[in-house]
């Protein structure tokens, strides 16, 4: 008798998890298929390029732009972990997947929400640093900081959501098994569970507050200090050259906070759920790369020499012009 209730307490009677995904939007299957699968190619193809960018131009060594290669990794992973199975469920009007596979994707997808989270944080340090400490910036943001910073976020990352993606496996899971989503998010999967689920809630909340609600004051506090810094200036010219150098970040920061905190001003809607969850998992990822290629002349610079290198040795004789130069 005993061992009957151990078995039940431990046994999941639900193998299988379907996820239902957009069954409101059958009659746009197709268009929706198409958009979403130009826009993952376009993600993977951008983000990838800057990462190819920045790690054939030396100009681009720098803790920036280091930064930056695991931002665009970040985005690959995102997108990568969600958008197929997306391409899935719509063309097949749902998915079928196992509550390993689920917790799984779980796993990734979190890990790649975590990182660009502290990786924002440490290039908000790094502008900090940049523009209201520049004597000092070379001393501080040296190639053993940023490793470290690198290595130290991935670390943290991978225990903790393991920790927690391991309890929840512990969860019981007797039915129904159907998730009205396209991904395997935390509160759609506990929400299955026949079991108390106040030990999963109780960890997230309390590894909420180094990986999520620190690093977000980090950020608030570093561009308090930037601004402040760049009104001090006195010339309108140097004000927008020293704005311009962190530009970038701030709009990918804007983008990425302002969609992940408009979810959670609409818990109990589930459409509106969905949509803000594509803005965060597939639209974010696209315009991250976009935003550094258009806005960062550097890296404009440094992806038209490398198409220009590509050329020559492909097309002997044809290049594209080159930037004007900046004063100083």
Known sequence: MEDDIY???????????FLSGFQEVHNLKAFLFLILLVIYCVTVCGNLLIILVVS???????????????????????STTIVPNMLHIILYEGSSVSLIGCLTRFYFFSISGM???????VMSYDRYQAICHPLHYTSVMDLTFCLRSILLSWLIILVVILVISVTMS??????PNIIDHFFCDRDPILELSCSDTFIVKAESMFFMIPL???PFTVIIVSYIYIISTILKIPSTTGRQKTFSTCSSHLAVVSIYYGSTITIYLFPNTVNVKKILSLLYTVVTPL??????????????????????????????GWQLPKLPVRYK
């Open 7 to 17: 078995l039940k307490n431990t046994t999941s009677s639900v193998t299988i998890i």
């Open 56 to 78: 054939s131009s030396r100009s681009l060594h720098s803790p920036m732009y280091l930064f930056l290669t695991q931002l665009s990794f970040s985005d690959i992973l995102l």
């Open 115 to 121: 990182l660009e989270t502290l990786i924002l944080t």
């Open 170 to 175: 512990y969860l019981w899971f007797c039915g």
């Open 212 to 214: 999520a609600i620190c």
């Open 287 to 316: 315009l991250n790369p976009i935003i550094y290629s258009l806005s960062n002349r550097d890296i404009t610079q440094a992806l038209i020499n490398l198409l220009n290198k590509i050329s020559t040795t492909f097309l002997v």
